[in-house]
């Protein structure tokens, strides 16, 4: 993709965690380079501890890189950008001493929006989630995939040009799964958002996404990008396209060396500590 | 969520009703005891002898002086063991290294029992009220400190972090993150210390003392008036009982909030 003026620019970003020399030393991210388009939603994908909420929060300005640099539009990023940036989070990151109207009027205040403006804000967001009568309940009052939806009200209600979006509906069943990610595909249709969203769902980044960043096992680093090319909003007929079903198998076939990888390299890693520790022992 | 089952509210009810039935049975065995059996009424007075002095009491508005006293010595003690306390545990609670330091000081000095430096306490602050609350202050100070750090530390990162990323400032983060998250936590500790408190307070008032209820039922008793102490320890109980209540509902709202 070639649009015009990237909304997101990363460039070279390599992050580690642990000094050099430090046998705890742990390199996350080695030179990852990505550019999204605006409007576009780009999935990362890969094993776990490939570095992938990594990169999301160093896009995003939580994180600072050990080398490289973030654009947004044309701003280098070297802190939160509550104005151009909105998280969604995995776990349930609404505050759950207020209730479900109050955690998107919260943000709004934090963001800095005028307190005539953020009842409606706060109303059409929870609106466009299907929560509206949900607005008076607590957090721990509503299901999983509930929260995720008050979660993503709160993001939309902030009306920030992107969206990064960490493994938002992990915790959730495969069938609620399903659901989120279709009235998020339908959503975003309407709201035109740059998104970055971090799975490790192959079925989820093949239906959501316009292009599929798959990362390789630690260090991570991008091993391949895949275009998807389907119009937002996806239908539920999609899955079951032979289209969909070809993405899902060259997502699963690049995935699958990295996942063994990662496996049989953590297994290396256990087997010499137990053997240093037996050695110790003996 | 609308009502209870019916099995649970009928469980609270059986529950009450053995709890008023001991009572009444505890009060009755008191009467059995000292009209019918052989204990000296200068040990255990009759319960309607205790009633008739425990009306006399409150009639005459006798009370008042060393109620007042003692209550005086409580909000004294509590209102400086509460900013004590909250301010020393919000500090410490800043860093991890100052929670290393001092979590293990305090809950170090919290389990000795500090009720031995009233006689300290006296000599340095006089036989008044100042040694009452001085000791009601240290003692309560303990609780609220330990539990106001264990609150703002168990703030969820993941609140902060998504705070953050909405652009919260310092103060906003303390108001509306810090604050409500560690809360719950904190009223505990707060309800904590003014129990231990009123406990102090009531203890060392009993040992030496010039005014306050605790006073009051040890003078009593080296004057013999058995029936008239077990009136004001009637009545210092029933206060107890009430401020208790009322520390607790305090506490169920904060951590409702």
Redesign the interface.
Known sequence: MTAPGAAIRIRNVSHHFGEEGDPQRVVALRDATLEVARGELLCLIGPSGCGKSTLLNIA?G?VAPSEGTVEIGEMRVRG?L??E???V?Q?S?L?P??TVAENVK??M????VPEAEREARAESALEAVGLAEFAQHFPDQLSGGMRQRAALARALS?QTEILLMDEPFGALDEQTRMILGEDLSVLLAEHRKSIIFVTHSLGEAAFLADRVAVFSARPGTIKKIIEVDEPHPRRPAFVTSAKFHALRDELYSLLHDEIRKTVSESALARASRDGAAADAGG | MAGRPEGSAGAVIASRAVQIGFLISAVALWHLATVRGSVSPLLLPRPDAVLRELIDVLATGEFLGDLGVTLGELAAAFALSAAGGLAAGYLISRSRYWIEVFEPLLAGAYSIPIILFLPLYILLFGLGPASKIALGATISFFPIAMNTIAGFGSVEK??I?????????QY?LFR??LV??A?PVIATGLRMGFTVALLAILGSETISSLSGLGHRIVHLAENMHMARMFAYIAFAVAIAVVLNVVATLLEERGKR?
Request: proline share 8%; aromatic share 12%; net charge positive.
């Open positions: 995003g939580l939160p509550p104005r940036v909105a998280y989070f776990e990151a505050f001493w207020s919260l943000g205040l934090f963001q800095g902030l | 993941i609140h972090v998504a705070a953050r990323s909405m652009g919260c400032s906003q509306r993150v409500p998250a809360l909030s």
